[in-house]
C-alpha cells in the first residue's frame, strides 16, 4: 500500500514537473511574440464625430464606434464598484491574474472537461481587447495571461482601468461606459444612479444577452446579480441595495434616439464636416457646436410633426401599412412580428404594431419582446371603418395587419397612422442667418430628403412681397391705387396656351390701395405692379435676396410665385426684411472643437448694420414691414393675432391647385418658415390654404421660441413720411410717386412681357 501511494506521488511530482516545464517552455516561446504594449500608455481611441445645440444637447454622432472618452479620476464611484464588484473584486490587489479565480475556472474546466473558460481578471479583458480575439483556446488564454502580466509591469492600476472604460464594448455600438450612459440612460456617466451603474457594469460579461433594450428581463437579472455582489462585498448598505433594487430605470428605446430630435440638420453638419475633415471626421473626436437651441428645435419639430398629423387626420383612415402572415406557433410568430418592426420602425411617438386580434369593440395588437395592447373605445375611432363588416379590403383591420399605435391625452392606446403629407420649418436669427431651428421633413428615417435645402417648390403669394418692395423702390406708395379686375388671354394672343390668372377666391374688388392688395392678396395686383416695374427688373430684385434667377424667370407670372425656391431661400428673404434690409448668409455650425477642446475654427457671420450687405434702403424695408404687419392684423395672417404680439410680421401662400402651402413670417430678431406639401406635387384639397395649413405650425412654433422675447417694433426712418396716416418716402409721396395704376385702362397684351406656355399660378 505505502509503495502505491509513493508510485502515485513520484508520478505526480513528475507530471507537476512537466507541466511546470512545459508552462515554462511555452511562456519563453510565446515572450518574444508579445506584442509591445507601451504604446497603451499613449492610448487615442477612434472617438467619433459628435454634434451639439448650441447649448449642449447631444444631436447626433457619426463614426463606427460610439464613444465618449473620460479619465478614470472622472468615473463616479458608484461605477468603479459596481464595475469591480461585477468583474475583479480584487483588481487593485493582483498583478493581472487572479490566482483563486484561475484555481477555479480550472478546476470547473477540468471537471466539465470543457475549454479555458472565466477567471479574467479587468487586466486580462484589456489585453484581450486589444490585442487578442475573443476565441476561447489555451493557448489564447496563455497569451492573454502573459499579456496582463505585461501591461501590469508597464502601467499604473488607473491606467489599466481608464483604457477599460472607455475600450470594452457595450452593445449598441456603444464603446465605454460613457457612451453608453448617454446611449441607454441618455445622461452624462457621472450622473448615473446606483441601479444605472449597476445595469452598465452587467453588461461586459454579455453586451446583447444583457441589453436593456433587447432583453429587460435578463438585463434586470443581472443588474441584481451585480447589486448583490456590491452589498456581499460592502460596497452597498442594505437600504441603498433595496432602494436600487425597485428603481425604475428609464430607458432609451432606439440606438439612435436623442433628446432633441434635430436628424436633418444632424445630417447636414456631417456632410459639411466630412467634406473639410474627410475620413478623419469619424474618428478625430471633433464636437461640432451647431447654432440651434435645443428648446426652439423641439417646438419645431414637435410644431411641425404636429401640424402634419392634424391634416392628415382630416384625410381619415387609409388602411394598414402592410399585411403579414402569423405563424401559429407562438415563437414564430413572435419572430414575425420583430422582423416587421425592425423593417418598420417607430417614427417617434408612433409605434409600429401588428394585429392579432380582432372583436367588434376591441383590437389587440402585438410589439416585440411578446408586449400586447389592448385598443379599445376612442382609440378604435380613428381607424373604425376598418371594423366595419363591408370595409374594403384595403382598409379592413384583420390579424396579420400592420399599424401604428399612439397614446392619446387620455392615456388611452389608439390606432392611427403615418402622415402621407410632407412639411419643412426653418427659423433663422435675423441679424445673423443662424439657424435657430431646422426639419426638414416628418421623418429622417422615412426620408432623408431635406425639404428645407433640397426641395425646389412654387412660392406662392409668399414671393409678392418682394415684388412689392421693388415697386417701393420705383416710387410706388403704400397709398397708391391700383385695379383688382380680371384678366384673361387666348392663345391666339399669347401664341401658346390661353392665361386666365384668378384672385384665390375668385373675388374682385375694383380699386385698391397697395396696403390693402398685399394684405388680401391679390394675384391682379400684383400682376399689374409688376407690368409697371418691368419683369426683368422684378427678377433682378428678387436676386438681391438669394432668390435663383434661372428659377425665377423674368415673366408676369413671377408676380404670383410661379418660379421655384426653397424654403431655406425664402427664410433668408424674409430675414433680410425682419433686420431692417440686409443680406444675410445662413449658417448652421457655430464652432469645432477637438478631442482637447482646442477650438479648429469658429464661425464669424456677417451681421446685419455692420458687415452685411443693404439690399433694401431703410425708407423702403420700413414701410413694407408695416405692410406684412397688416397681413397679420387684417389679412389672411390674421391667425396669428392669437399670440398677442404687435410686432409680427409675415404672408401666406398657396399654390396653384392647393399644390403648396406657405407661411412666412418673422419678429425682428428671429425670422421663420413653414411649408406644407406632398413629395409628388398633387392637391392638398380644394379648401387648403397657407394659412390653414402652414401659418398654425408657424404660430406653435413662434409661442414657443418667442416666449422670453420683448416686444420690438422698428424705428421709423428719418427719410419716411407720415402723412394721413399712411407712410410715403421723397419719391413716393402724393403729387410725386406712382398714385394709380390701371383704373381706366385694362392691362392689354401690348404691356405683358408673357412666357409662351406659362401658367398662371393663384395664391393667398
Known sequence: MTQKITQALAIFALLFVAAIASILLVVALASPRLPEVKALADYRPKVPLRVMTADGVLIGEFGEERRSVIRAEQAPGVLVNAILAAEDERFFEHVGIDPWGILRS????????????????????????????????????????????????????????????????????????????????????????????????????????????????????????????????????????????????????????????????????????????????????????????????????????????????????????????LPPDAEARQDAVDDVINDKPDSDRLFTAVVTEVAKDKVVVSRSQGRQFNITGNGLQFARKGLETDAPQNLRLRPGAVVRIGLMDSGEWEITQLPEVEGAFVALQADTGAVRALVGGFDFRRSEFNNVTQAYR???????????????????????????????????????????????????????????????????????????IGP??????????????????????????????????????????????????????????????????????????????????????????????????????????????????????????????????????????????YDQPRSLGERETGGGLALPIWIDFMQEALKKVPVSTPEMPASVLRINGEFYTASSAPGVGVSSLGLEDPVTMEELLFQKGQTGQTGN
Not at 287 to 298: D, G, N, W
Not at 482 to 488: E, K, R
Request: hydrophobic share 40%; no cysteine.
Open 106 to 325: 480550472a478546476t470547473t474546466n477540468l471537471l466539465t472537461a470543457s475549454k479555458a473558460q472565466g477567471a479574467s481578471t479587468i487586466t486580462m479583458q484589456v489585453a484581450r481587447n486589444f490585442y487578442l480575439s475573443t476565441e476561447k483556446t489555451f493557448t489564447r488564454k496563455l497569451f492573454e495571461v502573459l499579456l496582463a502580466i505585461e501591461i501590469e509591469r508597464k502601467l499604473s492600476k488607473n491606467q489599466i482601468l481608464e483604457l477599460y472604460l472607455n475600450q470594452i464594448f457595450l452593445g449598441r455600438r456603444a464603446y465605454g461606459f460613457a457612451a453608453a450612459s448617454q446611449i441607454y440612460f441618455n445622461k452624462p456617466v457621472q450622473r448615473v444612479s446606483l441601479a444605472e451603474a449597476a445595469m452598465l457594469a452587467g453588461l461586459p460579461k454579455a453586451p446583447s444577452a444583457f441589453n436593456p433594450v433587447v432583453n429587460p428581463r435578463r438585463a434586470k437579472v443581472r443588474q441584481e446579480y451585480v447589486l448583490g455582489r456590491m452589498l456581499k462585498l460592502g460596497m452597498i448598505t442594505e437600504a441603498e441595495f433595496r432602494r436600487a433594487i425597485l428603481e425604475n430605470l428609464k430607458v432609451m428605446g432606439r440606438a439612435d434616439d436623442y433628446a432633441v430630435n434635430a436628424a436633418y440638420l444632424a445630417e447636414m453638419v456631417r456632410i459639411q464636416i466630412y467634406n473639410q475633415f474627410r475620413e478623419e471626421a469619424y474618428n478625430r473626436g471633433l464636437t461640432v457646436f451647431t447654432t440651434v437651441r435645443s428648446y426652439e428645435q423641439r417646438a419645431a419639430y414637435d410644431a411641425l410633426r404636429s401640424g402634419l398629423l392634424n391634416f392628415d387626420r382630416k384625410l381619415g383612415w387609409r388602411g394598414p401599412e402592410a399585411r403579414i402572415e
Open 458 to 532: 412654387q412660392p406662392g403669394s409668399t414671393l409678392k412681397p418682394f415684388v412689392y418692395g421693388a415697386a417701393l423702390e420705383k416710387g410706388f406708395s403704400p397709398a397708391t391705387l391700383i385695379n383688382d379686375a380680371p384678366v384673361s388671354f387666348d392663345p391666339g394672343e399669347t401664341g401658346g396656351e390661353p392665361w386666365e390668372p384668378k384672385n384665390y377666391d375668385d373675388k374682385y374688388e375694383g380699386v385698391l390701395t397697395m396696403r390693402q392688395a398685399l394684405a388680401k392678396s391679390k394675384n391682379m395686383v400684383s400682376i399689374r405692379i409688376l407690368n409697371r
Open 536 to 677: 426683368r427688373f422684378g427678377q433682378s430684385y428678387l436676386s438681391r435676396f438669394g432668390f435663383e434667377a434661372e428659377r425665377n424667370p423674368p415673366y408676369l407670372t413671377l408676380a404670383l410665385g410661379a418660379g421655384g425656391v426653397t424654403p431655406m431661400q425664402m427664410a433668408t428673404g424674409y430675414a433680410a426684411i425682419a433686420n431692417g434690409g440686409f443680406r444675410v448668409t445662413p449658417y448652421f455650425i457655430d464652432r469645432v472643437i477637438d478631442e482637447s477642446g482646442n477650438l479648429l475654427s469658429q464661425t464669424e457671420p456677417a451681421r446685419a448694420e455692420r458687415e452685411a450687405p443693404r439690399i433694401i434702403e431703410p425708407q423702403d424695408v420700413f414701410i413694407l414691414n408695416s405692410m406684412l404687419q397688416d397681413v397679420i392684423r387684417v389679412g389672411t395672417g390674421r391667425k396669428a393675432l392669437s399670440l398677442g404680439r404687435a410686432d409680427l410680421a409675415g404672408k401666406t401662400g398657396t399654390t396653384n391647385n392647393a399644390q403648396d402651402a406657405w407661411f412666412a413670417g418673422y419678429q425682428r430678431n428671429m425670422a421663420a418658415l413653414a411649408w406644407v406639401g
